[in-house]
Structure formats: structure tokens, C-alpha cells
């Protein structure tokens, strides 16, 4: 059965080198997509408050607000810093209405020059769990969800350093009420696991009373990639099975926004907007 | 403690950009490499008679053959020609005294064009289990183990579907005797398993009166990575932690060598291959 019309939206990275973020809401509205996830510096320079009324008299809903994360740091300073600039992430989120607050975790600590500063993966991995245990202390009490997305491994080093749903369900296992996990088919495709993760989070008991699942990020793998960062696919053009993840998602109990997310620096960021969202549209249609 | 400098291996394709086989053996007497794993289109090159004369009369031993593999095919012609060469690669194996024939497993089936055939990514895991459990049959007997090598989740349509050590695991268990793993550090590094699943595999069942453990391959992880592919970075010059990882190694049993395996276009392959092989005996001792 074709996805419900309705569930579709536009991660606004999507469209990010063509538009500023007043033109891809408008955009929006004219393609019929009523959700949307916007990104920290597009607001930014948009202004917050002006973006959520734009947003609002539009008739929009948000399916996320990207990103907080970025836990590991180097020294004390950094960790304070990160842990700082997450606290007005959340802030953001909740002017914005967004249902979760998506956490790109962080790789290895960087130094100033933003070169790796150490090879302690473990280290690492234990900077995020604390990280995000110390934003869950501020994000629960003020209701801003917070959404674990495990990015795939060939970001451990210098993104996320959690990359497996696994992971992220281990976390979220740990962590308690407020945390949950995104589910982005790019990251987590490849995964021998990605069914028996799915039907574990959905079995989870509830996040501020919804399901763990708290995302379904659309896109789809090219072959083959010829950019580590920026060469995803449009659905339908590349190598993953997406109704089959979208039955394991529905299957356990995943009712939320299937959210189109691509970097495309050669292919999708050259072309027309108009032609992007109306592809994203038919696609969602036709092959999700 | 330093890495025994008589276990280092020199996988040639490090240096298959420079040098042509007879020379790359040369060169590994020169620098006092004792060790080498060859690739099959290098030997058949060279021809295999008078490579197997060349490795003997120059007193090195082999610590793999690389390879076989690629088991998924789009139709039942695909799968006997994917059978036959496999066969042939065993029998090159035998003839150049390898410990072992690696197994690059495969990704989707490929149409005739070598582009993707199927979105099926668990049919073309079970092409792979069938495709290793028929080459047992003949390579058992004929006494030549085989290893499979899983390979990093960013290859999983392309090159190989087993992405984890675990999913490696999980296939020696099932198919029992004559086939073991290759932990190569770039593949693996990112896994939250890997010290558990390299355990497990010292503690399984012994394979060919051996361990389940038959390579241990080195290279690095560069930050950034510019290329899927052909960045594989040297010993040091990425984020590994490579002390770290050889020490599971050992602690789970294994004795055996440490092959150094680095396709590097831009870089490692521009350079003088003589530097290159100085490079990665310095390396072996002081990084590894």
C-alpha cells in the first residue's frame, strides 16, 4: 500500500543550496508537504521567531529540529560549550513547536584546528552517554524529546560515534524516559539487525508518551557513492528496499512523518527546487 | 610491547600502483618482509608456476590469497560461473602454499552491465551462505581454509554484505569446519562489538586444526576520507587505535601475521614503492 500523502516531509537540507529557509516553507505550501524539519543555521539566519510564525500561518507541523549532539569534546571547556549550545538547541525546539530534538552524537574529541584528538572510541562513546544523560536533565523537565540518530560507520570518527540502532536502543535503555531514536535509512540499511532493532524499539516502554521510534529519515544509496557526505540518493534511485524497512517500521507501531533527507552536492543542490520537492512528492508516492 | 617484526605481511596490493609481482617479492626480501598475500590477477600476470617458484626461492610465506568471494549472481549462470572461479582460486591457492583463501563475499546481485540487479539484500546474504557452503565442499577436502572478510558496512551493496565480524561469526558457526575470519582493521575498527566478537572467534571450535582467526590486516582510518574506495591511510595517520585492537587479538589466541593492506590512489600509490615498504616496517614497529 503507496504511503500516506500526508506523513511526507521535507528535511530542509534537502533543498539548503538553493533556497534560505522562508522560500523552501514556501515551497512547501505550494508542493502540498505539510511537514517539515528544519536545521539550526537556517533558523538562525532566518530569524527564530520569525520562522516560528512562518511556520505556524503556514499550517505546518515539524517533524524534527536538527540537530543537537556533538557531545565529545577535548577538554572540560568543550564539553561545557557543547553542553551549553544543546541547552539553546532544546530552547529553539520548543519555540519551534518540534516534536524531538535530533542528536547527531559526535565522534572522536577534535582539537582546535578540529582535528581528531584522540583514538579512545570507547572514551568516546562514553562522553555521549553522559552528554546526552546531562541534556536529558534539562530536555525532560521542559518536554523537549530528544532523538538518538545513529549515522552509519563511516561517520564513527568524525560525526557519530553511535552507529548501529542497537546502540542507540542500548542507550535509550539506559537513559530512561525522554530519549528515542531516528531511524534514517542511510545510515542504517546495511544493518543485519535493522529488523530485530526496529521491533525492539517499538516494543520499548513509552518516551514522553510515544513510541521510541521518534523518525523515518527517506533517501536512498547510490551505486555507487562517490562522496562520503554528499552524494545520497533520491528514493527509487538507489539500492535500498524502502517499503520493506517502512513495513518493519509500521509493524512496529510506527505511525509518524517519513522525512526526506539529501545531501546531494552534484545532483539534487543543482537543480530546481520545484523539481526537487515535486520529485521528493512522487517518489514518496511511488516507490516508499 | 612492540609487534614481533617477523609477523609483518605485506599484502600487494599496497603497492600494485609501483610494482609489478616479481618485483613486489623482491622487494619484500630487501626490506626483510618475510611475509606477503598476493592478489589473483597479480599472479595470473606473472604466471602461477613461476610465482610459486619465485615466493619459495625467495623464502617468504604466504599469509593469505586474495581472493574469492563475489557468491551473489542475478541467475543460475551467474552463480556456476561465481562457483567455478572460486574453485579456481582454491586450486591457485593450493599451488602457492596460502594458509588460507579470502573471501570477499560479494554485495547485490549485479545485471550485465555490473550494476545493481536487487534490492534483496538478505537474498543476496543467503547467495553468500550457499555460495561458501558449496565452495566447503571442495575446499575442505582439498585442505585449503577458507576466511571471510567482512568488510565495512559502506561496501554492503557493492562489494560485500557481511558488514560485521559478528554476521562472519554467525556464518563459521553455521558451516562449521574450513572456514574461519579476517579482522581487518579498516572494515571493523568502527564496531562496538569487536573486542566481544574477536573473543568469540578465539574461543570457537578449531578450524583446519587452527584458529577461527586467520588474518589480522592493518591500515588507517583518515579524517577526512576523500574516497570510498582508495584512501586507506598508513599506520598511524588515522584514528585507530591499533595497540588496542592487536591486543584483543592476542588475548583471544592468535599468533599469526599482521598484513599490511593500504589502496591509497593519491597518496601511498604516488610514492616510491621501496619508501613505502620502509614506511610500513617503521610503522609496524613503533604505531602497531
Known amino acids: 500500500m503507496a504511503p500516506d500523502p500526508s506523513l511526507l516531509s521535507l528535511n530542509t537540507a534537502t533543498v539548503r543550496a538553493q533556497w534560505a529557509l522562508p522560500e523552501i516553507i514556501d515551497g512547501c505550501v505550494r508542493h502540498g508537504i505539510g511537514r517539515l524539519a528544519p536545521w539550526r543555521d537556517q533558523v538562525a539566519k532566518a530569524g527564530l521567531a520569525d520562522t516560528a510564525r512562518r511556520i505556524r500561518d503556514a499550517g505546518l507541523v515539524l517533524s524534527g529540529y536538527c540537530r543537537g549532539g556533538m557531545f565529545p569534546a577535548a577538554d572540560a571547556a568543550g564539553l561545557a560549550a557543547a553542553r551549553d549550545d544543546n541547552r539553546r538547541a532544546v530552547d ?16 572522536l574529541p577534535k582539537d582546535a584546528a578540529d582535528r581528531p584528538a584522540s583514538k579512545d572510541l570507547a572514551g568516546a562513546r562514553a562522553m555521549v552517554r553522559d552528554g546526552i544523560a546531562t541534556l536529558l536533565d534539562y530536555a525532560r523537565p521542559a518536554g523537549m524529546p530528544l532523538a538518538i540518530e545513529p549515522l552509519h560507520p563511516m561517520y564513527a570518527a568524525d560525526r557519530a560515534c553511535v552507529n548501529t540502532l542497537a546502540h542507540a536502543n542500548d542507550l535509550c535503555d539506559e537513559l530512561g524516559d525522554g530519549v528515542g531514536v531516528i ?12 529488523a530485530e532493532e526496529i521491533a525492539r524499539a517499538g516494543r520499548a516502554p513509552p518516551v514522553a508518551g510515544g513510541s521510541r521510534l521518534m523518525g523515518f529519515h527517506l533517501c536512498d544509496w547510490l551505486v555507487p557513492t562517490r562522496d562520503l557526505l554528499l552524494d545520497r540518493g533520491m528514493m527509487g534511485d538507489g539500492v535500498i528496499d524502502i517499503p520493506r524497512v517502512r513495513s518493519w517500521m509500521e509493524a512496529a507501531g510506527y505511525r509518524g ?21 515535486a520529485t521528493c512528492r512522487e517518489r514518496h508516492a511511488t516507490v516508499c
Not at 257 to 277: C, G, K, N, T, Y
Open 92 to 107: 529553539e525546539a520548543l519555540a519551534l513547536g518540534a516534536p524531538c530534538l535530533v542528536l547527531v552524537v559526535g565522534g
Open 183 to 194: 531511524v534514517d535509512l542511510y545510515h542504517v540499511w546495511w544493518d543485519p539487525d535493522l
Open 257 to 277: 512523518p517519513h522525512e526526506v533527507e539529501i545531501f546531494s552536492a552534484a545532483d539534487w543542490w543543482q537543480r530546481d527546487p520545484d523539481e526537487v520537492l
